[in-house]
C-alpha cells in the first residue's frame, strides 16, 4: 500500500510513504551483512600530523572493531601528503600500534588514489562505497594539483553511470571546509552522507554509522503512470518514503510502481493518507 500527505507548510511537495507488503526476507539485514561480496568498502583515513593522538587511536579502534564484526578484509587508503594504499582493515586489526599521523594534507594524492583504484576495478561489476575522513584543509586548497585531481576523478566517475553505484560518505573532524566536503560526498554516481565531529570519540560513532548505512542501505525507483521517476533510499526494509513535487497530481494516480536494487518490480495501491500522525511528518 502507498499513501500520501501533502505537507502542512510546504506548497510545492507531497510525501509518499510506502508500506513493504513483506519484510523482505531475502534481503534482511543479515543478508546485507552477508553480501560484502557484491560491495567495496574502502576508507579513506587522513594521516596528516594534526590527526596524532587521540584522533588517530579512536580511528584505528573502530576500524579495528569493524573488522572484528564484519571479518570482511575491507581497503585503507592512509593518505597526508603521500597515499598508501597497501593496508586494509586486516592488516590494521593484527598491528600492536595504530597508524602513524604526521605531514601535511594533501587531497590531490588521494583523489588520484581512488581514481586509479576505479579505474584498475571498472570490470569487477561491484558497488564501491568511500569513507572519506578529514580533520583539515588541503595544503593548497586553490593549487592546480587539487583542481586537475578532482576534474580527472569526476572524469572517471562520469563514465561509470551505468556501472553498480559507486558512493562517498565523508566525515569531517576539526577545522575542516564544510563546503568543500559536502561536494566531495556528491561525487559519486549515487549521493553519500555527510557527517561532522567535534570530538574524537565522535569518529568512532561516525564509521560506525557509516558503516552500518553503507552495508544496509538500498536504493528504489518509484515510477508513477505518467513516466515520472523517484530515486528513495531505505535501510529499514519496511517502509520506503520519498518527496514528490505538488505538480504531480496523485488524486488522479490509483498505483505506483517500485522497482528494487534487485530490478524487481511491484505494483502498489495508491491513496491519500487517513491515519496522518507525527512520525509521517518526521520522516517527510
Do not use: W
Request: aromatic share 10%; net charge negative; with cysteine.
Amino acid at each position: 500500500m502507498a499513501a500520501y500527505l501533502k505537507l502542512p507548510l510546504s506548497n510545492q511537495q507531497i510525501y509518499v510513504e510506502i508500506k513493504l507488503s513483506h519484510p523482505e526476507a531475502t534481503y534482511n539485514t543479515t543478508t546485507a551483512a552477508a553480501a560484502g561480496g557484491d560491495l567495496d568498502i574502502i576508507c579513506c583515513v587522513d594521516v596528516s600530523g594534526s590527526m596524532s593522538g587521540s584522533p588517530i587511536k579512536n580511528v584505528c579502534e573502530v576500524l579495528r572493531d569493524i573488522y572484528e564484526r564484519t571479518q570482511k578484509d575491507y581497503r585503507l587508503f592512509t593518505y597526508n601528503t603521500q597515499t598508501d594504499v597497501k593496508r586494509t582493515l586486516k592488516t590494521l586489526s593484527e598491528r600492536n600500534d595504530n597508524l602513524q599521523a604526521s605531514g601535511g594534507t594533501s587531497f590531490a594524492c588521494i583523489f588520484t588514489a581512488i581514481k586509479d583504484y576505479l579505474m584498475q576495478n571498472a570490470s569487477a561489476k561491484k558497488a564501491i562505497t568511500f569513507i572519506f575522513m578529514t580533520d583539515g584543509q588541503d595544503n593548497e586548497p586553490n593549487g592546480s594539483a587539487l583542481q586537475k585531481s578532482v576534474q580527472m576523478l569526476k572524469l572517471m566517475l562520469s563514465a561509470m553511470t551505468n556501472s553498480p553505484p559507486i558512493t562517498f560518505h565523508v566525515i569531517g573532524f576539526g577545522e575542516v571546509n564544510d563546503a568543500f566536503l559536502n561536494k566531495i560526498r556528491t561525487f559519486g554516481t549515487r549521493q553519500g552522507l555527510f557527517r561532522y565531529s567535534t570530538e574524537s570519540k565522535e569518529l568512532q560513532n561516525n564509521f560506525n554509522d557509516m558503516f552500518e548505512y553503507a552495508l544496509h542501505v538500498r536504493q528504489f525507483t518509484i515510477k508513477f503512470p505518467n513516466g515520472k521517476t523517484y530515486t528513495a533510499n531505505n535501510i529499514d526494509n519496511e517502509t520506503v518514503g520519498f518527496l514528490a513535487n505538488d505538480d504531480d497530481d496523485l488524486s488522479a494516480m490509483a498505483e505506483l510502481t517500485l522497482i528494487d536494487d534487485k530490478t524487481t518490480t511491484t505494483q502498489f495501491p495508491l491513496a491519500p493518507m487517513k491515519d496522518i500522525r507525527a512520525i509521517h511528518l518526521l520522516h517527510a
